[in-house]
């Protein structure tokens, strides 16, 4: 090998070395196993699931009326936190 030059890694230890997650092991059909994160559909599916039995599970407009502000300054200050989130937003503004 040619002085200063880096000897070839194998690609998951070029990217465990970058701080990249390693490949997807693969499950027990062979095939590699589904990322789990924003987007799947299991983690949609999962959602659904417990937003729909909270939703037939809990007095809804309660908890609603439970979350209000309870005087114009803590009303002022979840304002000035929605206005601070959706900053940060690439959606609505």
């Not at 439970?66 to 929605?82: D, F, G, H, L």
């Amino acid at each position: 090998m040619k002085p200063g030059r880096k000897p070839r890694q194998h690609p998951q230890q070029a990217r465990q070395q970058q701080g990249q997650p390693e490949d997807p092991q693969p499950s027990s059909g062979g095939r590699p196993r589904q990322q789990m994160g924003e987007g799947s559909y299991e983690g949609t599916r999962d959602y659904n699931q417990r937003t729909d039995q909270y939703l037939k599970s809990h007095d809804v407009k309660a908890d609603a009326e439970a979350a209000r502000p309870r005087s114009e300054q803590e009303a002022r200050e979840m304002k000035e936190a929605e206005r601070e989130g959706r900053s940060h937003s690439k959606g609505e503004h």
